[in-house]
């Protein structure tokens, strides 16, 4: 079982930068995939960022260029670096991470971008 929780979403104007953390804990060996979704009000949720293990990151045409996906694995931890960001980008964040095959989600962490 993988327990995540995440932190640093908040409010900010457009064309400001916030950085979201997520610690994964629990009985962890190596954590191969690990990411960033978000739900805006009224919409699916939707891919923001991957990360693998060896460092190989994924982004969506909507973020790239203005958000960066890191990690440290000897912390388990999974950050994201939003900066630029937009009304659009108004959204609840979710951590999640691919272990084992399993999909394991954070709580969410509310992102609000005033314009």
């Known amino acids: 079982q993988v327990q995540l929780v995440e932190s640093g979403g908040g409010l900010v104007q457009a064309g400001g930068s916030l950085r979201l953390s997520c610690a994964a804990s629990g009985n962890i060996f190596t954590i191969h995939v690990m990411g960033w979704h978000r739900q805006a009000p009224g919409k699916q949720r939707e891919l923001v960022a991957t990360i693998t293990l060896s460092g190989t990151t994924n982004y969506a045409d909507s973020v790239k260029g203005r958000f960066t996906i890191s990690r440290d694995n000897a912390k388990n931890a999974v950050y994201l670096q939003m900066s630029t960001l937009k009304p659009e980008d108004t959204a609840v964040y979710y951590c999640?991470?691919?272990?084992?095959?399993?999909?394991?989600w954070g709580q969410g962490t509310q992102v609000t971008v005033s314009s």
């Open positions: 999640y991470v691919n272990y084992y095959s399993e999909v394991y």
